[in-house]
Every structure is written in structure tokens, then in C-alpha cells.
């Protein structure tokens, strides 16, 4: 295998422009547990890493990716949920709905690919 085989391909139409704020900045509250959650994850990667280079059982292998890929979709909706709370509720309030949402409608299509 190459390095290629491990590429992630990203939908660049659905990249939002890095200058995008939240309407509402995350409370402190709200990133340390994102990111407590984010780093169970990388703990979790590096756990299949490890099981890789100990020739563990496929299966076991595959229970993990399908744990982490659980916990990465958690994480997402979480993100969803505040971003239709606030970014989008507050598009619609001041006139700029249809573009909130249609972006909104973009992110979860990407988002349901996965």
C-alpha cells in the first residue's frame, strides 16, 4: 500500500470559507468538550494503529473503526445541532435564511455520506 490508498477526499464545494465565525462563539464549556472528545478519538486511532502493528484480528480491528466512526458522527451532530441553534436561527431572524439553510442543506448531505 501507498500513501495514497489512505487519502481522504474532501468535497471542496462544501468547504466553508476559513473567514466564517460563529454567530455565537462556543463557551468554554462547549470546546473543552469537544475537544475532550475529538482527543478520546485520536486515542482511539492510535489504539487501531497499534493493533494493526500487532497483527490483531481483523474483526476486533473493524469493532474499533466502527466505534470511532461512531464517535466522530456524535461529534458532528453535536456541531450540527449548535449550528442550527444559533448560526442558522440567527440568519433567519436578520433576512439571510434561504442562504443559511441552503448551506446547512449542503453540510448534511456531506455530512449523511459518511
Known amino acids: ?3 495514497k490508498d489512505h ?3 474532501v468535497d471542496i464545494d462544501f468547504v ?3 473567514h466564517k465565525k460563529p454567530i455565537n462563539p462556543r463557551n ?3 470546546k473543552v468538550k469537544l475537544i475532550n472528545r475529538l482527543k478520546r478519538i485520536e486515542g ?3 489504539g487501531i ?3 494493526v502493528d500487532e497483527d490483531r ?3 476486533d480491528i473493524l469493532v474499533q473503526v466502527s466505534a470511532i466512526n461512531a464517535a466522530l458522527k456524535n461529534v458532528g451532530f453535536t456541531l450540527l445541532e ?3 441553534h444559533h448560526c442558522v436561527t440567527h440568519a433567519i431572524h436578520s433576512g439571510s435564511g434561504e442562504e443559511a439553510i441552503d448551506e446547512l442543506m449542503k453540510v448534511m448531505k456531506q455530512f449523511s455520506k459518511s
Open 28 to 30: 468554554d464549556d462547549e
Open 49 to 51: 494503529q497499534k493493533m
Open 16 to 18: 466553508s470559507p476559513s
Open 57 to 59: 484480528y481483523c474483526v
Open 1 to 3: 500500500m501507498n500513501s
Open 7 to 9: 487519502e481522504v477526499e
Open 44 to 46: 482511539q486511532v492510535r
Open 82 to 84: 449548535r449550528h442550527s
